[in-house]
């Protein structure tokens, strides 16, 4: 099969993902085999190649298959798998397995077990044409979304809902999003539902007009110091912040009233935090496997949708690039 890997880390302008052929793999006893119709592009992924998160042992293994948002066509199954057949569509998320012993798994909160396998950091990803998933990891896809378009579900999706979840959110309420990409534009969405009004933050215009355009009642656009925003300072009832930036999160520690919640799905510090305005300041990532589900459902519904562009699986570093110089607006997307 064909896939893009990397075999060392290094700027992305240096075309690093090289087109290999390998084996297609077989699946195992409780494996589904998967034949890759979409793949979504994350920051993270950008990340991983450019060796931001060496220092956290990420990747994991080299060369490795990045890509962890994906949707595909079961072609085969182990002979322990009940819940797929051949032909059945399937997606998987970032989380491709964990331990399923730990407190956080038997207690549903299997995204917090420190023993897992994650797509394109531990174990190979979806930029390819074939990919491994656990059975108990993969989820049915509702045959009413566009499979080439809905990988980001899998990603942005699933970590806006947890983000929106975790945000204190309730209708009146207003909340404000920084950061406009492919998990922001799915954050104004899950957000609405629980009834807040939405203030979104950008350095780009061309991303709050996408904002406006998926729901947010107010734009907003910023430096890249995010310091032009004194006129909001304390109305915020919540924040969440996905802009991979410190002077965002600075900026949402000054939004925020007191008793506000701050959620963060980024790697920053917290400064200057005033104890006595009670202030709650939550990390997120991505979502459980229920989380999933639901995230599923309501796009079944039509109640949230992914923007997406597609791009073939041989150009993944051109569209890589696009992504840090800020060129894509929502989500780009892999078909082989």
């Known amino acids: 099969m064909k896939a893009m890997r990397l075999y060392h880390t290094a700027m992305i302008e240096t075309k690093p993902l090289v087109m290999d052929d390998i084996e297609v793999p077989s699946p195992r006893y409780d494996e589904v085999l998967l034949k890759v119709i979409s793949c979504g592009v994350c920051h993270s992924n950008l990340h991983v190649i ?68 994650i797509l394109g ?36 999706g699933i970590t806006a809902y947890r983000a929106s979840k975790q945000a204190n959110l309730a209708p009146g309420k207003d909340a404000y999003i920084l950061g406009i990409g492919g998990v922001w534009h799915m954050a104004i969405q899950t957000s609405k539902l629980f009834g807040a009004n939405i203030y979104a933050i950008s350095t780009s215009l061309r991303h709050t007009e996408l904002a406006a355009s998926v729901g ?16 909001h300072y304390k109305k915020a009832d919540s924040v969440i912040v996905f802009a991979p930036s410190q002077y965002a999160v600075d900026a949402a520690m000054k939004l925020v009233k007191k008793g506000g919640t701050v ?15 009670e202030v709650t300041v939550k990390g997120t990532v991505t979502g459980t496997r229920s989380d999933m589900r639901e995230v599923l459902r309501l796009a079944s519904q039509g109640k949230i949708s992914v923007r997406a562009k597609k791009f073939k699986l041989s150009k993944a570093n051109e569209v890589l690039e696009l992504l840090k110089n800020g060129r894509i607006n929502g989500r780009a997307v892999l078909v082989p």
């Open 121 to 156: 950091e531990t174990m190979d990803g979806g930029y390819c044409e074939y990919i491994l998933a656990k059975e108990n990891y993969t989820y049915v896809v509702p045959t009413n979304i566009d499979p080439e378009l809905s990988a980001p579900l899998f990603c942005p």
């Open 216 to 231: 947010a009642d107010e734009t907003i656009v910023t430096s890249k110091l995010y310091d032009n925003l004194e006129k």
């Open 263 to 277: 959620v963060i799905g980024v790697h920053a510090n917290i400064n200057e935090f005033q104890f006595f305005d």
């Open 50 to 117: 450019e060796g931001d998160w060496l220092s956290y042992g990420v990747p994991a293994k080299l060369p490795i298959i990045p890509g962890h948002e994906i949707i595909g066509t079961v072609v085969e199954v182990g002979s322990g798998v009940k819940s797929f057949r051949k032909g059945d569509l399937a997606g998987v998320q970032p989380q491709w397995k964990a331990c399923g012993k730990c407190d956080y798994c038997i207690s549903g909160r299997e995204n917090l077990c420190s023993d897992v396998e």
